[in-house]
Nanobody, 121 residues
Framework: QVQLVESGGGLVQTGGSLRLSCAAS????????MGWYRQAPGKQRELVAR????????TYASFVKGRFTISRDNAKNTVYLQMNSLNSEDTAVYYC??????????????WGQGTQVTVSS
């Protein structure tokens, strides 16, 4: 079985920063794309950023506008999201997602349980 565990969320003031982490563990042969999504109350879940296995391709949502940086450490099976210049519109539950290949060669999509980010003015 595979688990994704997020950490790093919390309460921060407008203009502040947070660093989210998501560690994958379990029956993992390799990890393809990893990404961060968020869901605000009453809204659909949306992509924030994603990164490929070699960290050569990063994709960001337009609302990030250079404020967030996604990175990963393959040795630790961990993806990070550095968030700077936070504002109230960034308040949401943040989820990580990973496409994980098992030893049978099958690739499955896994989600973390989510971590709350609240930005106060």
């Amino acid at each position: 079985q595979v688990q994704l565990v997020e950490s790093g969320g919390g309460l921060v003031q407008t203009g502040g920063s947070l660093r989210l982490s998501c560690a994958a563990s379990g029956s993992i042969f390799s990890i393809n794309t990893m990404g961060w999504y968020r869901q605000a109350p009453g809204k659909q879940r949306e992509l924030v950023a994603r990164i490929n296995s070699g960290s050569t391709t990063r994709t960001y949502a337009s609302f990030v506008k250079g404020r967030f940086t996604i990175s990963r450490d393959n040795a630790k099976n961990t993806v990070y999201l550095q968030m700077n210049s936070l504002n109230s519109e960034d308040t949401a539950v943040y989820y990580c997602k990973a496409d994980i290949r098992n030893r049978m060669g099958n690739v499955y999509e896994y989600w973390g349980q989510g971590t709350q980010v609240t930005v106060s003015s």
